[in-house]
């Protein structure tokens, strides 16, 4: 069973709707819908948005059901130049830029306890997603995705979290579902189509282009589960 994550109802309720045999247990306040995805089992669910609610959603999927991989499917900011509007962000690792424990001595970034900064996402996942976008005639880059509870919509914290570390695009969930999956070692993979510039332009160009680009992170989404099981 695959299951998949996305924060916002729009970022999964065309994949809910290709369920032909949807089933809802509701645990936490949160919907997880089980079925078959073009011949594959998963679980599904929208988590919320922001780090608690998604580990909480990650956490809760892997002890009640028997995930294998978990998706994160939905929409980002760039933080690149190579990635605009449309363009897919899959992550190689997540790191979470609102972690800094510096003032004791810390890199910022620094996740305590594993001691890691960047959490390496499944390479076989990220490979199949970028075979899978590019077959679908979509640009794409594989690297960091970066994760706060903030909306990004100022080039002084855009950039810096591109320079600090080397980040393709910012969310607000994947860095907590790649942390959850990484202590229960269960492989995982952000897939994030890029909704606004992260920039001034963000808080315009969001409601503006979320739902077209979370419906093509759906289609890509639906491809590799189709993709994956036959492999
Ligand atoms: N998701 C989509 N756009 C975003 C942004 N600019 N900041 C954080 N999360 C996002």
């Known amino acids: 069973m695959i299951g998949i994550?996305?924060?916002?109802?729009?970022e999964i309720q065309g994949l809910k709707a290709m369920l032909p045999?949807?089933?809802?247990?509701?645990?936490?306040g949160i919907d997880f819908v089980t079925g078959t995805l073009r011949g594959t089992p998963v679980v599904m669910a929208v988590c919320g948005v922001g780090k608690v609610f998604a580990a909480l959603c990650a956490q809760t999927m892997i002890l009640r059901f028997p995930v294998q991989?978990?998706?994160?499917?939905g929409v980002a900011g760039t933080l690149s130049r190579e990635l605009g509007i449309g363009d897919v962000a899959i992550s190689?690792?997540?790191v979470q830029h609102d972690m800094d424990t510096s003032p004791l001595g810390d890199p910022v970034g620094l996740i305590s306890g594993p001691n890691v900064i960047h959490i390496p996402a499944n390479q076989e996942l990220a490979e199949l997603v970028e075979e899978t976008v590019k077959?679908?005639?979509?640009?794409?880059v594989k690297g960091t995705i970066a994760t706060g509870d903030q909306f990004?919509?100022?080039?002084?914290?855009?950039n810096w979290i591109h320079e600090t570390f080397?980040?393709?695009?910012?969310?607000?969930?994947g860095g907590s579902i790649g942390q959850v999956c990484y202590v229960n070692q269960i492989p995982f993979v952000i897939i994030r189509t890029i909704s606004d510039d992260a920039d001034g332009n963000a808080p315009a160009d969001f409601p503006a282009f979320v739902e077209k680009t979370?419906?093509?992170?759906?289609e890509i989404t639906a491809a590799v589960v189709e993709k994956y099981q036959a492999e």
Do not use: F, P, W, Y
């Open 5 to 10: 994550i996305g924060a916002m109802e729009v």
């Open 21 to 28: 045999d949807a089933q809802t247990t509701t645990i936490s």
């Open 69 to 73: 991989a978990i998706i994160n499917s």
């Open 92 to 94: 190689s690792d997540v």
């Open 135 to 140: 077959s679908m005639d979509r640009h794409c």
């Open 152 to 158: 990004l919509c100022q080039t002084e914290r855009k």
């Open 166 to 173: 080397g980040a393709i695009a910012g969310e607000m969930e």
């Open 214 to 218: 979370a419906k093509a992170a759906i």
